[in-house]
Each structure stands twice: as structure tokens, then as C-alpha cells.
């Protein structure tokens, strides 16, 4: 099939799949607005047309966005620490089998307390204000050195066989050799530990109400009976995830294309 | 020009049950081709291993030069899958930068068009077995060696590549101590001068 005719049945391909996505979405708007109407209690729930109002007014206030960007950066700075810590216990946890063996309860205890209970815990020691920091760390860390272990761990013995003959050793092995392998693990843990930071972070807020968050907006809009603002922050919580993962993953993609097509 | 010699002394070497080398001895001499042949299964890339040090024996004595700078081509090429022939081949110099980067990719460029590879942007996990293969060798002959081993390089080419791939790689291997690998007798006539040796029976006999 000629080069030209392969990339409009592509691009058709894509419409298609955006298309169907995009009915998918309507149809549930359709579905969600038709049961307020049907419901008719404002407290209970509002349909989407008034809560895309009322997150259109929170949009244009300065508030909003002081808001965002307060618990993206604190999150986001919990989140980072969380990968940096991550890839580092993993490097040292794969060249030391003592610290392998004592971080392993450390790490199965940080993936299966409840988010809640760290939260709690969390407020006992630190400040309101630092509590989605900590508690987005918490959540990225586990993933990230579970997924880096991973990598390291499935590094092909003959390529570092290779290595020692060609005299390869410190951060040109870990560049060339296996950054290769753990790289795919450690995009997928990017991704996972990014949507869990963020949602784990804003629940964090909501319980610790650190000042000008969206977790306070949250608890304000419950507490108040506000319905059309309680599901416009949400609407606003889930876009923000939506496009902090896109970004991040094509920045991933882009960065380990260009890396793989260099000469 | 290349450091000492490489030895085998009453070397022996077991697989668990199984017995590849049984006091085997031979000294490779620095600056020379050395063709190791023999049948499948004979030992010939446990030899290489040894010298490469990747193996160590279970008796006897495997000298190495103080310092020596290795190279070697595996059976199994262990290129890096996902990144360029060029970023391959450049793999020992990992190090370089600048100008001294530019002068070697432009010659690296040269080495793969002089063997018939194509020089793009494409990962080599993109690129055919043969293809693999020559990046490999080319990977070893550009490596800044003393030594160079192969194991079976040429396995599975065709006339015509072989002829290709030599024309540009025999020029490179002069004064260096070369170890070949080969279970074909043809390919000694690819080598200046080579030293023949017979890998057979747990023992290193010259041929």
C-alpha cells in the first residue's frame, strides 16, 4: 500500500477511535443530565450543564487557579521526591542484597496501609500544609522502586557480559546498559504513581484542609451543600489528572525517542 | 601494536557433568591472527570465554595481558536493541564528546556504508539478523582494542557480504592479537598469516 494511503486509513483509524470515544462521553452526559432532571434535588444532584456553569466562574477567579497551583505543587513536589527516592533505593537495593532485604517490609507495609491511615498518621508529625507532600511521597516511592527493581532485575546477563569485555563500568554502564531495560518499567510506574499521587494528595487535603487548596474547596463545597461546586472541583480534579498524564507521558515518550534515535 | 601474549595452561573446564576442557594448553602470541576451529561442542567459545575472562577455570592457569584492552563479538551479537547501529558501534567510546564524537560518528558512518548497512535513525531491534551481525563486528573492530575476539562472526553470511565485510575489517586488524572463532575452514583464508589452531577432545592442538 503505497506510504500516502497508509497514513490517511491511520489517520482515519484515529477519528475513529476519538469518534467512538467522544459518543461514549455524550452518551453518559445525556444519561447523567437526564437523571437530575429526573432526581430534580439540587443537594443530591446537579447535571452536567450546571456544573460546567459553575466551573466556568471558578475558572475565572484567581482562586481557582491559587488553588491548583498550591496542591499541584505540593503534590507535585511529593510526587518527585517520591521518584527520585524511588530510583535511588532501587539502585542501591540491586547492588546491596541487605538493603534489598530491609526495605522489603518497608515498602509491603507502604503499599498496603489504607491512604486514610497514613493520612492520619501523617497529620501527627508534619504540618497540615506539608501533608499531600508527604502523602503523594508515599504513594510514588513503592511503585517506583517496585518497577525499577523490576527492570534492574530483568537486565540481560549477556549485555552486561558484553559490558565487562569492553571495559564498561559506572554511569556509562548504568546509561548504556541498563537505563535500556529499565526504562519502559519505569514510565509505566510514572504513570501509575502519578494518578495515585494526585488523587491520594487531594484526599490528604481534604482531611488536613491546608489553606487554599482544592481539598479545602472540596470539604467548603460539602460542608456548605454546595452540589454544583463540590462536582465542579471534581470535574476540575479529574482534568488536571487527565492532563498532568498526558503531559508527562508524552514528555516521557518524546525524551526516550529522541535518547533511542540518536546517532 | 597490541601488549603480551594470551596462555592456556593445563586448563580445565567443566559443566557440571560435562567436560569441555581437559588440561588444555596453548599460547596465543600478541600482534598474530589466531583461528581456533573444530567441531560443534568442542570448546572453542569456552576458550574465548577464558581468555576474555568471562569464565574461570576450574584447574590450570589463564594468563592475560597486565591491562589489556578487549574486544569480542558473541554468538549472540548483544547489541543494544533499542538504540542505533551508530550509538552501537560507538559503544566502547562512550566517553567521546565535541569534535572527537563528530570525527568518530563521520567514521562510523563510513564503516557501515563500507559493509553494507544503512546509516539512519532506525533502533538495530529494526534490523535484520545479518545486519545485527555486522554491527556487532563493526562494534569490535572500531573498539580502541589490544585484543579482538570472535566468536563464528561470519555465521550465516553470504559470499558477497563476507567479502564486504572483510575488505573493510582485515585492514583493522593488523598488530592487533586477533582470537577467531570459526567452525568453517574457509574462513582462515580471510586472515593475513593466521596461526591455526584445533580446538578437539578437551585439548588445544596447532593445526
Keep these: 500500500m503505497p506510504r500516502s494511503a497508509d497514513k490517511s486509513h491511520e489517520t482515519g483509524g484515529r477519528l475513529g477511535t476519538w469518534g467512538a470515544r467522544l459518543l461514549a462521553v455524550a452518551f453518559w452526559l445525556v444519561a447523567w443530565q437526564l437523571v437530575a432532571w429526573v432526581v430534580d434535588a439540587r443537594i443530591i444532584l446537579v447535571g452536567p450543564l450546571e456544573v460546567l456553569a459553575r466551573l466556568v466562574e471558578l475558572v475565572g477567579t484567581g482562586e481557582f487557579w491559587a488553588s491548583v497551583a498550591t496542591s499541584l505543587g505540593r503534590i507535585g513536589a511529593g510526587f518527585v521526591g517520591g521518584v527520585a527516592s524511588g530510583v535511588a533505593l532501587a539502585a542501591a537495593a540491586s547492588r546491596l542484597p541487605v538493603v534489598r532485604a530491609l526495605l522489603a517490609p518497608v515498602m509491603g507495609a507502604l503499599k498496603a496501609v489504607p491512604v486514610a491511615s497514613f493520612v492520619i498518621l501523617v497529620l501527627l508529625w508534619v504540618s497540615s500544609s506539608n501533608l499531600s507532600v508527604v502523602i503523594a511521597w508515599i504513594m510514588a516511592l513503592p511503585i517506583v522502586y517496585t518497577n525499577v527493581c523490576e527492570g534492574i532485575a530483568q537486565t540481560d546477563a549477556g549485555l552486561l557480559e558484553m559490558a565487562d569485555v569492553f571495559g564498561l563500568t559506572g554511569l556509562d554502564r548504568v546509561r548504556l546498559v541498563y537505563l535500556a531495560r529499565v526504562l519502559p518499567y519505569f514510565r509505566a510506574a510514572v504513570s501509575l504513581a502519578l494518578g495515585l499521587s494526585w488523587k491520594a494528595g487531594i484526599a490528604a487535603e481534604v482531611i488536613g484542609l491546608p489553606d487554599l487548596t482544592i481539598g479545602e474547596h472540596l470539604y467548603d463545597a460539602k460542608v456548605y451543600l454546595d452540589t454544583p461546586s463540590l462536582f465542579a472541583w471534581t470535574v476540575a480534579i479529574v482534568v488536571v489528572s487527565a492532563a498532568l498524564s498526558a503531559v508527562v507521558d508524552r514528555a516521557l515518550g518524546a525524551a526516550l525517542r529522541r535518547w533511542e534515535a540518536r546517532p | ?207
Design chain 2, 1 to 207: 601494536m597490541s601488549g603480551g601474549a594470551f596462555e592456556l595452561r593445563r586448563v580445565e573446564k567443566n559443566y557440571g557433568e560435562l567436560s569441555v576442557l581437559a588440561g588444555a594448553s596453548a599460547r596465543f602470541e600478541a600482534g598474530r591472527a589466531h583461528v581456533l576451529m573444530g567441531p560443534s561442542g568442542a570448546g572453542k567459545t569456552t576458550v574465548l570465554r577464558l581468555l576474555a575472562g568471562l569464565e574461570t577455570p576450574d584447574a590450570g592457569e589463564v594468563v592475560r595481558p597486565a591491562d589489556a584492552r578487549l574486544a569480542m563479538t558473541f554468538q549472540d551479537d548483544r547489541l543494544l536493541d533499542n538504540l542505533t547501529a551508530t550509538a552501537n558501534v560507538r559503544l566502547p567510546h562512550a566517553r567521546l564528546r565535541g569534535a572527537d564524537l563528530e570525527a568518530f560518528l563521520a567514521r562510523e558512518r563510513a564503516a557501515l556504508v563500507a559493509v553494507g548497512l544503512p546509516v539512519d535513525s532506525r533502533p538495530v531491534r529494526d534490523l535484520s539478523g545479518g545486519q545485527r551481525r555486522r554491527v556487532a563486528i563493526l562494534r569490535c573492530v572500531l573498539a580502541d582494542a589490544d585484543a579482538l575476539l570472535f566468536d563464528e562472526p561470519l555465521k550465516g553470511m553470504d559470499e558477497k557480504t563476507v567479502a564486504q565485510v572483510m575488505d573493510y575489517v582485515t585492514p583493522l586488524l593488523a598488530g592487533k592479537t586477533v582470537l577467531w572463532v570459526t567452525h568453517d575452514p574457509r574462513e582462515k583464508d580471510l586472515l593475513p598469516d593466521p596461526v591455526l589452531w584445533t580446538v578437539r577432545d578437551g585439548l588445544i592442538f596447532p593445526a
